[in-house]
């Protein structure tokens, strides 16, 4: 099964190297990692503009791949990379398996009003708003509860681990228990080749 890596390990200077670390990651579980970065199946026009080519390639490296694996690791806030939760519900609406890893163990109550610090403030009802008095979701989650609730959804799951200082994105312990359940629940027959034929 081709697996998509989704993750904002993009944005790392060693992302071939994560890129790597994963690949052979997949391998060892029968799967075969596919990378944002790798040639997409269906190279799109040099004359788009070059952040429409990087969608354009990685929509269809989505579309040719049998499942999903996001990093979800809190992305410069509280919460996961937004490019990534949509490339996860774009898998989820096509219908394919997907799985998701935080290496921040926190719920997202705790995360965001550690962000938010004197910002987050008490209601009277017992939860907790922002400065604007915009409720905080509380639902003991990973993240924000279509996040969750995709991933679960689907059948999937969503792991989390608390990585040791400095190793936020390289510490790849919950990435491989999803390949773990991603193998251990795949089902061959109903994950056929999805790449396009060779012209």
Request: net charge negative.
């Amino acid at each position: 099964m081709r697996v998509y890596l989704a993750g904002p390990e993009v944005f790392l200077p060693d992302a071939l190297e994560i890129a790597a670390a994963k690949k052979r990651i997949c391998a060892a579980h029968g799967l075969e990692g596919v990378f944002p970065f790798d040639t997409p199946p269906q190279v799109p026009p040099a004359e788009r503009p070059y952040w429409m080519r990087i969608y354009l390639g990685n929509e269809a490296h989505i579309r040719s791949c049998g499942a999903l694996i996001a990093n979800l690791t809190p992305f410069r806030g509280p919460s996961a990379d937004a490019g990534t939760v949509y490339e996860l519900g774009f898998m989820k609406a096509l219908g394919r398996p997907v799985m998701g890893y935080s290496n921040a163990a926190a719920d997202f109550l705790d995360r965001t009003r550690a962000f938010l610090g004197l910002a987050a403030r008490a209601r009277a009802d017992g939860g907790w708003e922002d400065a604007e008095a915009m409720g905080l979701e509380d639902f003991g989650l990973a993240d924000n509860l279509m996040i969750d609730g995709g991933i679960e959804a689907a059948g999937g799951h969503f792991v989390r681990i608390e990585a040791a200082d400095g190793r936020r994105w390289h510490d790849l312990r919950a990435f491989e228990a999803c390949c773990a359940r991603l193998a251990a629940g795949e089902d061959r027959a109903a994950a056929p080749d999805l790449r396009p034929p060779a012209a």
